[in-house]
């Protein structure tokens, strides 16, 4: 059976067991499958991904898997998905490739990295650029004494 809609709340309901979350993969199972935008949608608003899902079961007539798919692939990627819909083109987007997990954790990693540098020279007051061995324009003026306003003649 498909989802039904019940007019009163307005809202998509599971006519069985099959058609609840339980039945489809979880959070990290959109992460690994189609990245941080699903994730975090269903993190965040998870009962307007719950809704989109059923609403998609009911349209498509199709499992909840299939449908969770789907919709973390649009929520990935919006005009990726409905072109590969309007050609007609058959995208697996339930399977777990290893591949994408491996570009998931790399991808991860250098955002993580990259946001915890960003955040510890905020609080430091470090160069962000000295990591790769590269000063900023504020600390070549200091080294070589060619800044434009010296602490002597900068106004008080």
């Known amino acids: 059976m498909a989802p039904r809609f019940d007019k009163k709340d307005n809202i998509w ?13 979880d959070v990290w199972g959109s992460l690994f499958r189609q990245g941080p935008s699903p994730f975090l949608t269903r993190v965040f608003k998870p009962s ?38 309007m050609k007609g083109y058959t995208v697996d987007y339930v399977s777990l490739r290893p ?15 990259l946001v915890g540098r960003g955040i510890y020279c905020i609080e430091s007051g470090d160069n962000f650029w000295a990591i790769l061995g590269l000063k900023s324009k504020v600390a070549e003026c200091v080294q070589y004494n060619m800044c434009v306003f010296d602490e002597d003649t900068v106004p008080h």
């Open 99 to 113: 591949k994408t997990i491996v570009l998931t954790f790399v991808w991860s990693a250098l955002v993580a990295t």
């Open 13 to 25: 309901i599971p006519t069985g067991p099959e058609e609840g979350p339980e039945a489809g993969y």
């Open 48 to 85: 307007d991904y719950e809704q989109a899902v059923l609403k998609f079961m009911a349209g498509d007539k199709c499992d909840r898997l299939e449908a969770q798919g789907n919709m973390d692939a649009y929520l990935r990627n919006p005009a990726d998905w409905q072109y590969n819909r």
